[in-house]
């Protein structure tokens, strides 16, 4: 099971692995509050890929291609996502106020799709 979850909301018993996937660290959120079990900075977008998308939903399609060519190139950090999720299940957890399209969103589909 994988689930995608903004950093901001409250932890659940259900989130199992609470996995961070935002090159940055959220404003505002401890590290005890945020209660991660992971932060995998290797699988965020780049910066370049990041500011140019600028979370604008026209260009979703074309993030999420660039944003998956990205991941290929990260083997042991989607190999571990592949196990957190096979074990205990996985929370992708992001920072952007868009719930629809984030990087959490395409990683889980990237994930999903394989």
């Keep these: 099971m994988i689930r995608t979850k903004r950093i901001y909301e409250p932890a659940d018993d259900d989130d199992g692995f609470r996995v961070l996937i935002d090159r940055m660290w959220p404003r505002g959120v401890s590290k005890a509050d945020g209660r991660i079990d992971e932060w995998l900075q290797e699988v965020a977008p780049s910066a370049s890929l990041r500011k140019w998308f ?41 920072a952007a106020r868009d719930e629809e399209h984030n990087n959490a969103v395409a990683l889980r589909e990237y994930l999903e799709r394989r």
Excluded: S
């Design 54 to 94: 600028k979370h604008d939903p026209a260009k979703w399609v074309q993030f999420k291609q660039r944003y998956w060519t990205e991941l290929a190139d990260q083997a042991e950090a989607i190999a571990l996502l592949d196990e957190m999720r096979r074990t205990k299940g996985v929370t992708l957890l992001y």
